[in-house]
Structures are given as C-alpha cells and as structure tokens.
C-alpha cells in the first residue's frame, strides 16, 4: 500500500480522522498528505523536538508544548497529553494526534463531530502496524 493510501484509506477513510499526513520520523519528507493540509517545517521540527525528548514532561520541548501549544498546520492546540511515542492536542473541539513510529510521524487531526478517542485510537493503530512492518 502506498504512503497515500495509508493516509486516504485508513486514516480519513475511518471516518473519525478529517485531514492527516505521514512524514519521515527525521522530518526531512512528507510521505502523505491530504491536500490542503500543510504542515510547515519548523512545525515538524517543533514536533520532532517534542517527540523525541527524554523527558517527556520537563523537558524544554515538553514544557514549551504545554506553556505555548503546539502549532500545526498553522493552528494552535493545547498539548494535552505527551508520552512515549505520541503527543495530543486540542482547540476547542478539534484536535490533533501526533504518533511517532520508528520511520515516520503519523500526524491525524479530528473535526468537531469527532470523538477523541475514536481519533487517537486510529491513528495509534496504525502506527502499531506500520511498526510490526518494520516502519
């Protein structure tokens, strides 16, 4: 399956994802993206900072997170959640999921008919299985 696919089949497709992209986990590629959807690069190179810090809740990158949000596609969320291998956020009703696999950033953001978890749960799936493929 394409990289495209991924992101027009299983996570938009799911019906609980409205727009997503798939990077390189070092951030120097875009895979995927649905159109309309642009995540700048010093977003991504915000988000790698965050997703690769050891200290997931005091660290610089952590902590501006949650004092400054986190900025994708040109929106501002409230870093909700940061731990291992993903990191949430929200803005009002919408919000995003960010997961890290060992190649690639999944990144899946939610409308406002969306329920969080249906959210997260599916682009955390998919990461579980682009990890069991090696990615």
Known sequence: MSWQAYVDSSLV???????????????DSTWA??????????????????????DKSNGPAATKAFAEGIHVGGERYVATRNEDRHVYGRQGR???CIVKTKQAILVGHYG????????????????????????
């Open 13 to 27: 497709g799911s019906g609980h994802i409205d727009k997503a992209a798939i990077f390189s986990a070092a951030g």
């Open 94 to 96: 919408t919000g995003i």
């Open 112 to 135: 406002e008919n969306a329920q969080a978890g249906n959210a997260t749960q599916t682009v955390e799936a998919l990461a579980d299985y682009l990890i069991g493929l090696g990615y």
């Open 33 to 54: 993206v649905t159109p309309g959807f642009t995540v700048s690069p010093s977003e991504i190179a915000s988000i790698i900072s965050i997703l690769n810090e050891a």
